[in-house]
């Protein structure tokens, strides 16, 4: 699948929004994650992890108005050339949210859908866990992780139901937990973790 513009070109675009440093990190573990789940499900490593990536590419500008959440982001990505796919998948983690007026009756229906909003529904819980740790990701495990997924007073504002469509992809929950744990392992520099 092709892309209409690099990486470094689509890190770009979200910097010259106001960014909050917090919402960066999320971006990037997204990204991390769908990059490792692209690969274990053999499909385009490199698209997965853009759909990561640009996820929340309108965040910026919609995060006080949340009924225009994935709305804006069409035309931002229109204008920078994606094609209708890759919007409707970028639009698809905003599906049966009461906050989106025009995506409240959409429903998810394909692996990466269910995958996207997955990977960035567990990023809330996977960096809670790790500053509950100090800061640290590196000796995280699944089976930790698995623990305050399931008290449901740890990070309470993440929808355990979201994280839960990964099964809907196929694969099982301790394994798309230390799949998650894996990826973000390996950018913990960029997003203050150690």
Request: glycine fraction near 6%; include cysteine; proline fraction near 2%.
């Amino acid at each position: 699948m092709s892309l209409p513009m690099t990486r470094e070109e689509a890190l770009n675009l979200l910097k010259s929004m106001p960014q909050l440093d917090s919402d960066m990190n999320h971006y990037l573990e997204t990204e991390a994650i769908m990059r490792a789940l692209a690969e274990k499900f053999g499909e385009d490593v490199e698209y997965w992890g853009m759909l990561g990536l640009l996820h929340d590419v309108d965040w910026a500008l919609t995060r006080n108005d949340w009924k225009e959440h994935c709305i804006k982001a069409v035309e931002i990505l229109k204008d920078n050339g994606f094609d209708d796919a890759f919007i409707e998948n970028v639009q698809s983690h905003g599906s049966g949210y009461d906050e989106i007026p025009l995506l409240k009756d959409k429903k998810r229906s394909t692996r990466i859908q269910y995958c996207l909003i997955a990977a960035e529904t567990l990023t809330g819980i996977v960096y809670a866990y790790a500053l509950m740790r100090g800061k640290k990701i590196t000796d995280m495990d699944a089976k930790g992780l698995k623990k305050k997924f399931n008290d449901k007073k740890f990070a309470a504002n993440c929808r355990r139901d979201l994280v839960k469509e990964i099964e809907l992809a196929g694969l099982p929950m301790d394994d798309f937990f230390a799949l998650s744990i894996d990826a973000i392992k390996k950018i913990k520099n960029q997003i203050g973790l150690e």
